[in-house]
T-cell receptor, first 111, second 115 residues
Framework: QKEVEQDPGPLSVPEGAIVSLNCTYS??????FMWYRQYSRKGPELLMYTYSSGNKEDGRFTAQVDKSSKYISLFIRDSQPSDSATYLCAMSPGGYQKVTFGTGTKLQVIP | DADVTQTPRNRITKTGKRIMLECSQT?????MYWYRQDPGLGLRLIYYSFDVKDINKGEISDGYSVSRQAQAKFSLSLESAIPNQTALYFCATSDLTSGTNNEQFFGPGTRLTVL
């Protein structure tokens, strides 16, 4: 079993839809939870960052962490064609520990 | 100007050839990483370095070697390339003192094809 599981998609939604992206994990030591966005032919870039459990909102994006269920989510409201990308979850115990990435979910928002 | 640069951006080579991928950064970060990305497998860590004198193996280091020539430069070598090393390679940097602990900044990637 992988430490981090992520549905690869692809996920196709109409413009304006609410998108839900999810990851599950098995390592209870993870404390830092991140979502990266990767456009085609580009490197990943950090989109959202959360420490421990709870919610974090940034514009149309909301990240949720439920450590009791070992489950994290990224919600995108009013999705736009420019949101079309691959979204990778990532997590780490922190400090000198390495970051473990999910395999990524490819999202396409159709105008 | 890009903070993390990788050269070359694309490379086609033949089985058995030695290949070097180079990474440079202007972010002043101590930590540097090499990943490979494959469809369905995501990003997998090859090697990482926390400073010039520190080199560590990642989860898939076999067949690869690295050199940290300076704080800003981290090179990845394939001593004898094989077809299953065909992948997208990313260099990344991070800084423990940054507010978002463990945030990594990625380069644009090198697409390597081994025939």
């Amino acid at each position: 079993q992988k430490e981090v599981e992520q549905d690869p998609g692809p996920l196709s939604v109409p413009e304006g839809a609410i998108v839900s992206l999810n990851c599950t994990y098995s390592n209870s030591a993870f404390q830092y939870f991140m979502w990266y966005r990767q456009y085609s032919r580009k490197g990943p870039e950090l989109l959202m960052y959360t420490y421990s459990s709870g919610n974090k909102e940034d514009g149309r994006f909301t990240a949720q962490v439920d450590k009791s269920s070992k489950y994290i989510s990224l919600f995108i409201r009013d999705s736009q064609p420019s949101d079309s990308a691959t979204y990778l979850c990532a997590m780490s115990p922190g400090g000198y520990q390495k970051v473990t990435f999910g395999t990524g979910t490819k999202l396409q928002v159709i105008p | 100007d890009a903070d993390v640069t990788q050269t070359p951006r694309n490379r086609i080579t033949k089985t058995g050839k030695r290949i070097m991928l180079e990474c440079s950064q202007t972010k002043g970060h101590d930590r540097m990483y090499w990943y490979r990305q494959d469809p369905g497998l995501g990003l997998r860590l090859i090697y990482y370095s926390f400073d010039v004198k520190d080199i560590n193996k990642g989860e898939i280091s076999d067949g690869y070697s690295v050199s940290r020539q300076a704080q800003a430069k981290f090179s990845l070598s394939l001593e004898s390339a094989i077809p299953n090393q065909t992948a997208l390679y990313f260099c990344a940097t991070s800084d423990l003192t940054s507010g978002t602990n463990n945030e990594q900044f990625f380069g644009p990637g090198t697409r390597l094809t081994v025939l």
